[in-house]
């Protein structure tokens, strides 16, 4: 016996479109480049000195990076030869984790559809 039906093969061709198509960028997951989990950022402080330029003001800059190590931030400061480097590997963390979501999301999709069609093409006995 076979099922037919508008919505059955709405759900068919839905999942052949799935199954054709492929993440935007999969560069992420192709790469052997090393991934840095966290963020590097200029921070902005004052060390309170009255007579410093902070206290007009005038903020101590330096370049940071944040981690989480164990539940709890980590905060290390960079040398200029470090930061580039940083830089490039926490960008390409964040668009390997973007591109992971994107992926979940198509599978998710993928396996409601599978879902629809078990429940279309399923009958009791």
Do not use: N
């Not at 005038?58 to 989480?68: F, G, I």
């Not at 992971?100 to 009791?124: C, N, P, S, Y």
């Amino acid at each position: 016996m076979q099922i037919r039906g508008t919505d059955f093969s709405r759900l068919l061709q839905k999942l052949r479109e799935l199954a054709h198509a492929t993440p935007q960028e999969i560069g992420p997951f192709l790469s052997s480049e090393p991934l840095v989990k966290g963020s590097v950022y200029t921070l902005r402080r004052r060390c309170w000195k009255p007579s410093c330029r902070c206290a007009r003001g005038d903020k101590h800059e330096s370049v940071v990076m944040t981690a989480s190590i164990g539940g709890k931030t980590r905060l290390w400061t960079l040398s200029e030869d470090q930061i580039s480097e940083l830089r490039r590997r926490t960008e390409r963390y964040r668009q390997f984790r973007r591109a992971r979501a994107e992926l979940v999301k198509g599978q998710r999709e993928t396996l409601r559809l599978i879902d629809a069609i078990e429940k279309a093409r399923t009958r009791q006995p």
